[in-house]
């Protein structure tokens, strides 16, 4: 079984302009089985992460909160320049999307705190590890929320 991350995107902290625009590319792709690739940053973690790990992207900050889309590590986590000017480097990983909700209709949070209470579904940073024991419970939510 492959491990899982949970990457992070919070509006309040990030004018993420495009954000519509890709996450309906990502289902407009999941409906007919192909991928968007992107990148995204890790945070903090500079390893750990490898080809074929799957990612969930949690939308933090202001409700709505909770899984917008999902994907696979294509890489190993990278340093490039900062997403943000002016701060140095940061760490990556390429991604395939192949699943997304819009931003207003995550998997809730509340949702994922009921089905795995020993996950820290409120990280600080983008990076962190899906429990083994939970990856299973919200592969299964996130399928069947994605379907609705």
């Known amino acids: 079984m492959a491990n899982a991350f949970l990457l992070t995107y919070n509006p309040t902290l990030w004018d993420w302009v ?26 903090q973690r500079t390893r750990g992460i490898e080809p074929g790990d799957e990612v969930y992207l949690l939308r933090q900050g202001p409700e709505p909160r909770g899984i917008i889309a999902s994907g696979t590590a294509l890489t190993e986590v990278m340093q490039d320049d900062h997403w943000h000017e002016r701060r140095g480097l940061a760490n990556y990983i390429e991604v395939a999307w192949t699943k997304a909700v819009p931003a207003d209709a995550p998997l809730p949070l509340a949702d994922l705190d009921d089905a795995a209470p020993g996950q820290h579904w409120r990280p600080q940073g983008s990076g962190s590890s899906l429990r083994p024991e939970y990856v299973t419970v919200v592969e299964s939510l996130w399928s069947a929320h994605v379907c609705v």
């Open 18 to 43: 495009d954000r519509d625009e890709f996450l309906a590319s990502v289902v407009r792709a999941s409906r007919n089985g192909d991928v968007v690739p992107g990148t995204w940053s890790t945070g």
